[in-house]
């Protein structure tokens, strides 16, 4: 399974932005896919997840209310629509899959992607 992130940029606090994330090679296998991101300095932290068969979410509670993880019927391809981002949220944001359960944990994600840097100014 490959992983492609996108949508990354540099915005101002309370701006939105929408980022995607497209699966391919052997995506049959996919049960969930998330969204994880690293600010400097810190650990890689869990954001969004979904779950590809009847679309289950799960979130940090930093980001409930503000982001959304959506995925398209096809369920190779996830976005995570983020508003009212806060300087805070700026980090590189990270694309998992996870073939086998919908989940928060790091260690739980077998395939990842490249990385989206979002940077968010006050």
């Known amino acids: 399974v490959q992983l492609q992130a996108s949508g990354g940029g540099l915005v101002q606090a309370g701006d939105s932005l929408r980022l995607s994330c497209v699966a391919s090679?052997?995506?049959?296998?996919?049960?969930?896919m998330g969204w994880f991101r690293q600010a400097p300095g810190k650990e890689r932290e869990f954001v969004a997840a979904i779950k590809r068969s009847g679309g289950s979410t799960l979130y940090a509670e930093s980001v409930k209310g503000r982001f959304t993880i959506s995925r398209d019927n096809a369920g190779n391809t996830v976005h995570l629509q983020m508003n009212s981002l806060k300087p805070e949220d700026t980090a590189v944001y990270y694309c998992a899959a996870d073939p086998l359960v919908i989940s928060m944990l790091v260690t739980e994600y077998d395939y990842w992607g490249q990385g989206t840097l979002v940077t968010v100014s006050s």
């Open positions: 090679g052997r995506t049959f296998s996919i049960n969930a």
